[in-house]
């Protein structure tokens, strides 16, 4: 493969390949099209300064919103009673989980209430319930 200075085909494509091209949080998966493809990222499970942040063990594939979802995570760390040290990539994931959904759900009530063709909702809902 050609080297690529880009994430999606440079530095994060093993970390994309290893976690089968799908979000970690939500499973969109970038192997379904083209437009799911590029909305992938890297998201790092472990805050600035720790020592083991860049370490592609500890880095996983996210959607872009997923990525920034709750991004007060960090930041809220603390006050929320997370902890980072001597946790796998599978319970740092677990851990920040819920506030991704939380975030997620939040914008999916705002987007059936305010950009949805307010006669397909209903079919929405039940779709997806």
């Known amino acids: 493969?050609?080297?690529?200075?880009?994430?999606?085909?440079?530095?994060?494509?093993?970390?994309?390949?290893?976690?089968?091209?799908?979000?970690?949080?939500?499973?969109?998966?970038?192997?379904?099209?083209?437009?799911?493809?590029?909305?992938?990222?890297?998201?790092?499970?472990?805050?600035?300064?720790?020592?083991?942040?860049?370490?592609?063990?500890?880095?996983?594939?996210?959607?872009?919103?997923?990525?920034?979802?709750?991004?007060?995570?960090?930041?809220?760390a603390l006050k929320r009673g997370l902890k980072f040290d001597n946790m796998t990539k599978d319970e740092l994931v677990a851990q920040r989980l819920p506030y991704v959904l939380k975030t997620r759900r939040s914008y999916r009530d705002f987007w059936l209430e305010n950009v949805v063709n307010q006669d397909k909702i209903q079919n929405i809902r039940l779709d997806h319930a």
């Open 1 to 76: 493969m050609a080297k690529y200075s880009d994430a999606l085909r440079g530095y994060a494509f093993s970390v994309h390949k290893r976690d089968g091209f799908k979000c970690c949080f939500c499973g969109l998966d970038g192997t379904t099209s083209f437009d799911s493809w590029l909305s992938l990222s890297w998201d790092h499970l472990l805050p600035k300064g720790h020592p083991e942040r860049d370490n592609p063990e500890f880095i996983v594939t996210a959607c872009n919103f997923c990525n920034t979802a709750d991004n007060r995570y960090f930041d809220l």
